[in-house]
């Protein structure tokens, strides 16, 4: 092994020889990834063509920043942008402060049988799709028969039809997003105050410290770096393309276009301009406005990481 | 002392509990719809328990040559072949970048973490596929797309670089070729990652109705998942398809509707106590994972 820094002068193949059952195995990988991830990313230029999906990218005509144009004119790109960061914002700060109060106090639950039944159920929800997610919440919702409706009938209160009030949404989608999500960061961070030393405790027990201010002066700072973790993956998928976590905003309004102005962000109008109006221009225009707004809030998070905790940031 | 502690604990159980039966009722009021009888549901509206007990919802999806049985074929296939393949194509693929005599290991690592960053969005990627790949309408769009993930590659990187270089270099002086090394000695060692990893493809895939929506017109090929978003949704450009029109016209709608549902989450709650320490274990490797 040490010889192979002397004869750094061999050239690629002999390299490629050398460990070509190495390479073999790599290959798949390798070719897929340059298939699946990079042809695609050369692929954006459709967003500068007037796209003709017969004639192919080779075929179509060139037209400039003219689907940038015509996408900015309407405000609809504000609207979803606004949507997007706003609710992901909510989320990111409503997720993960429940997470971490809830890992806290079930850390301080003695039973360790309840404490594990809680996480059990408090995970579950993670491990569903968000179609289910619609049924399960069309069952509190639905307008005649909803669970929701029938408890607010039983205190004399009207009906409320849900699945036309925006107002609503916007407390239901981060309702939801808990609902799925904060047993997942919690179990997260329970591992990670199971790894905190029980010294700590000690010596603030010593002091007189109330477990309430050693949750805020140990626990809480102990676990910052997986806060940081969690906060730069989340600011990621925010404008992840189309393979982020976007399914809620598709299928629980149950497609009600009166939601839209509260319910859609980037990666619903995408989805909507390409499936239902085969709009090509627009959609790759704003599919490519969300990766390059989605790479500098993944650069800028990383930046402030860093700035605050070298180690645990991604580059 | 004692008793004011005993009541904040009181506190963070009830707590618990209330927020546990907040996730558990959903699910329950799923369930009982799917065994009640249909007129208990016009008349009297959703509620946890069955108001009036019935098993039709469940024998007319279970009796015959209907879409959902189709549709549970088509996902069970997707989700063990997907996971599978997925498996096999990136263990092999992070393992040969966990080996430091590799020596492009740096190269090919900056290109999977690159991914992470950016993305060409949906319309190439759907191009890509339809247009250039011809997989529009196969069985194999279900699963292709989704065969290697980045951050799945770099957490089975990291799990093998874990392993001691000591007993793959024993094994290299018995004479073991490195492929046959990685098959009878690494894969063996790395189970808990790769029981992980399997569990999360393998719930993706269970769960996956986005490809199907955009990439799936035969309703031969309808995922499960997709199904039950159509027998909801109903949504315009599925009218005309004739598959979907015989289940709004005949089944026994709002109770079999909720009976698929229930049939969809069915495997994953059955299977869930069983598996559950994987997954927490392999979100706890994600975690540490930088």
């Known amino acids: 092994m040490q010889g192979a820094k002397a004869r750094r002068t061999i050239p690629v193949l002999s390299e490629l020889l050398k460990n070509r059952v190495f390479y073999l195995m790599m290959l798949p990988g390798l070719l897929y990834i340059i298939i699946m991830y990079y042809i695609p990313m050369a692929g954006v230029v459709i967003a500068f063509q007037q796209f003709n999906p017969f004639k192919g990218i080779g075929g179509s005509k060139w037209i400039g920043f003219e689907n940038f144009k015509f996408m900015f004119q309407s405000d609809t790109v504000l609207q979803v942008t606004l949507n997007t960061i706003l609710y992901n914002l909510v989320f990111l700060v409503t997720g993960i402060g429940f997470a971490l109060i809830a890992a806290i106090l079930i850390n301080s639950i003695g039973n360790r049988l309840l404490a594990g039944a809680y996480k059990s159920i408090l995970l579950l929800p993670y491990l569903l799709s968000w179609v289910v997610g619609e049924y399960l919440l069309f069952s509190f919702l639905s307008m005649d028969k909803g669970i929701l409706n029938q408890l607010l009938g039983s205190f004399g209160i009207e009906p409320v039809q849900w699945y036309s009030e925006p107002f609503y949404w916007r407390f239901i989608l981060p309702a939801a997003y808990i609902w799925k999500n904060v047993g997942y960061f919690a179990v997260i961070y329970a591992a990670g105050i199971a790894g905190i030393s029980s010294e700590y405790y000690e010596a603030a027990e010593l002091d007189g410290a109330t477990k309430f201010q050693q949750a805020i002066r140990i626990t809480v700072p102990m676990l910052m770096p997986i806060t940081l973790i969690l906060v730069l993956l989340q600011a990621g998928k925010m404008f992840f393309g189309a393979f982020g976590d976007w399914g809620m905003f598709y299928n629980l309004p149950m497609q009600s276009g009166v939601l839209y102005g509260a319910t859609d962000v980037i990666d619903t109008y995408i989805y909507r301009s390409l499936k239902q109006m085969g709009d090509f221009g627009m959609s790759s225009a704003a599919g490519l406005y969300q990766s390059l707004v989605g790479f500098v809030l993944v650069l800028i998070s990383n930046a402030i990481i860093r700035l605050y905790d070298r180690d645990s940031a991604l580059f | 002392m004692r008793p004011s502690l005993s009541i904040s604990k009181l506190v963070v159980n009830a707590g618990f509990m209330i927020y546990s039966a907040l996730c558990i009722i959903p699910m ?47 996902t069970i296939a997707a989700t063990i072949a997907g996971t599978v393949l ?40 759907y191009i890509l596929l339809s247009k250039y790949l011809h997989l529009k309408d196969t069985f194999f769009v279900l699963i292709f797309p ?36 990685f098959v009878k000695l690494v894969v063996p060692l790395s189970t808990p990652v790769l029981a ?14 986005f490809t199907a929506a955009i990439l799936i017109e035969n309703n031969k090929l ?9 027998i909801m949704n109903n949504i315009a450009y599925l009218q005309g398809n004739s598959l979907v029109e015989d289940i709004a016209a005949n089944l026994p709608d709002e109770t079999a509707r909720m009976a698929t549902c229930v049939l969809a989450v069915g495997p994953i709650v059955i299977a869930y106590p069983y598996l559950q320490r994987y997954f927490v274990k392999g979100l706890t490797l994600g975690a540490v994972k930088s």
């Open chain 2, 28 to 74: 329950l009021v799923v369930l009982s719809i799917s065994f009640s009888k249909e007129q208990s549901i016009f008349q009297g509206g959703y509620s946890i328990l069955p108001r009036a007990f019935s098993l039709k919802a469940y024998e007319y999806i279970l009796g015959g040559n209907t879409p959902i049985l189709h549709a549970y074929l088509v």
């Open chain 2, 86 to 125: 997925h498996l096999i194509i990136s263990s092999m693929f992070a393992y040969t970048l966990s080996r430091n005599e590799v020596k492009y290991r740096h190269i090919v690592s900056f290109l999977v973490v690159f991914c992470l960053l950016f993305n060409g969005g949906l319309v190439p990627w």
């Open chain 2, 146 to 181: 989704y065969l290697v993930s980045s951050v799945n590659v770099l957490i089975m990187r990291n799990f093998f670089k874990g392993i001691p270089d000591e007993i793959i270099e024993s094994a290299r002086i018995d004479g073991s070729g490195e492929f046959n090394t």
């Open chain 2, 196 to 209: 992980t990893i399997a569990l999360f493809v393998g719930v993706f895939f269970w769960n996956d109705w």
């Open chain 2, 222 to 230: 309808y995922t499960l998942q997709f199904l039950l978003q159509s």
